[in-house]
């Protein structure tokens, strides 16, 4: 059975910086495409990057946040630094399992999810 969990959300400040982890269990993460999405409040699930063997960024994160792998551990990041107020959501994992040349932005495109760690920024 597959099963990915997130952990690393918080209460922080606008500037403060989070790690995000995802693990997973049941699944080698190593060869295949792993996202990061967000929901805020009353709003859609929104892609925020993606890794595969490159990585893709949302335009509202780049160069703020960064995601990585570490297959060793099976666990794919997503470091986030100089956090704002609007960062603030429910931010998932996600992977299909089945690719590894792209990155879809869409979530219906993904078939295992976490089960989401808050992320609160306040101003």
């Known amino acids: 059975q597959v099963q990915l969990v997130e952990s690393g959300g918080g209460l922080v400040q606008a500037g403060a910086s989070l790690r995000l982890s995802c693990v997973a269990s049941?699944?080698?993460?190593?060869?295949?495409?792993v996202g990061w999405f967000r929901q805020a409040p009353g709003k859609g699930r929104e892609f925020v990057a993606g890794i595969s063997w490159y990585g893709y960024y949302a335009d509202s994160v780049k160069g703020r946040f960064t995601i990585s792998r570490d297959n060793g551990k099976n666990t794919v990041y997503l470091q986030m630094n100089s956090l704002k107020p609007e960062d603030t959501a429910v931010y998932y994992c996600?992977?299909?399992?089945?690719?590894?040349?792209?990155?879809?932005?869409?979530?219906?495109?993904?078939?295992?999810w976490g089960q989401g760690t808050q992320v609160t920024v306040s101003s």
């Open positions: 996600a992977s299909d399992f089945t690719s590894f040349s792209s990155i879809p932005t869409m979530s219906v495109e993904y078939n295992y």
């Open positions: 049941g699944r080698t993460f190593s060869r295949y495409t």
